[in-house]
């Protein structure tokens, strides 16, 4: 009935999250408030990692893109499932590693790492570094030969692919930020020079089509292309690859209709090409990787708010102001993404008004939903916004300096905060 297996109604007609009542901890934390059910993101790192040991003789391993939820307990528990992390930034390594995850579970990403960065990452021991171009290449070739050590690395490529999702999360296409173009003859040219290159061991390639992907043929023809590519480059150069990592990007439910594929089903399809494809290019079946972010955290969080004024402008529509906004939630301000609006305190009534949810920031921009069904709701109940584990607290800002809302995660009833509710303090800490 609701978006997520861990969204419940209980007997007050409450709505709950991983068994916990959303009211209760609200009056409890406060609100604006992140809530995460910790059994549903060990439920969906355990079916992923299955997908691989069942469809792909565990030839593989699943890193959860960190940028999708990055705080140190989310850092332990993806860990602690036996996944690697992907990691964006200097602050993505620093916050993996203050969790205690160890380096060589890192797998270093980005378009534009700084060089500060790169010194990091290569005197911490990240486990990969994905290059996305050849003046990275040489940065990271000589940062690594300074440190007297060698770097594994994978080539960011674009498999040239048009996954139909919105065009701010589309990035496998040659018109794209990311990687080194197959067409162009780049892709080629990135291989030769990290073959020559000092300090650096070339592992193999790297391929991310998009996010928020419902179907699985974008998957399968990417798998396809990149062991035709495996294939091509062994010809041309004699190297062959022994690892293909093939990103992440499954879609989830954001609303009731929305209709994600599984992952099991994904994988099976997947892995199902990439042996027919090495069999028929006679290269060796390559160990893969893939990297959800969205799909193991997303539907595992919703965000409380309380309501304050309504405002019903007639023939026009119905504003219901809530104490947050694009400070913690800035996706509809992005790119109009949709959420399943509700009630807390009336979950299972049926949804007779439509609404728009409008943030608390200067900005008129500033909704989290518009023309949205919803209960009956009036100043001072708690409304929900589900399906917000995945970039909501990662992108979170401090814009019209109010803190950011703390991370609460619940296991099976329990609740404890894992990120706290920034104070005051912490706004002007750095502030001369
Ligand atoms: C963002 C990103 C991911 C994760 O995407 P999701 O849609 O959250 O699964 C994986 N790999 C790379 C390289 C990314 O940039």
Known sequence: ?????????????HLTIGGADTLELAAQFGTPCYVMDEQQIRKNCRAFVNSIKENYDGNGLVNYASKALCCKEMCRIAAEEGLGLDVVSGGEIYTALSAGVAAEKLNFHGNNKTLDELHYAVKAGVGRVIVDNLEELNALSRIAAENGKTVDILLRIKPGID?????????????????LAIETGEALQGIQAALQAEAICLKGYHCHIGSQIFDVEPFEHAAQVMIGFIADMKAQTGYEAEELDLGGGFGIKYRTDDNPIAFEEYMARVAAV?????AARQVKTPFISIEPGRSIVGSAGLTLYTVGAVKTIPDVRTYVSIDGGMGDNPRYILYQAEYEILNAARANEPKTQVVTLAGRCCE?????????????????????????????????????????????????????????????????KNDI
């Open 163 to 179: 996954a139909h999702t919105h065009e701010f999360i589309r990035t496998g296409q040659i018109d794209s930020k990311f990687g």
């Open 1 to 13: 009935m609701f978006v997520s297996d861990c969204i419940s109604v209980n007997e007050k007609g």
């Open 274 to 278: 990439l042996k027919q494809e090495c």
């Open 364 to 428: 008129s921009g500033d909704l989290i939903q518009e023309n949205a069904p919803i209960q009956p709701v009036a100043a001072g109940d708690i409304v929900a916004v589900l399906s917000t584990g995945a970039y909501n607290y990662s992108m979170a800002s401090n814009y019209n300096r109010i803190p950011r809302p703390p991370v609460v995660l619940v296991d099976r009833g329990q609740a404890r905060v894992i990120v706290r509710r920034e104070t005051y303090e912490d706004l002007v």
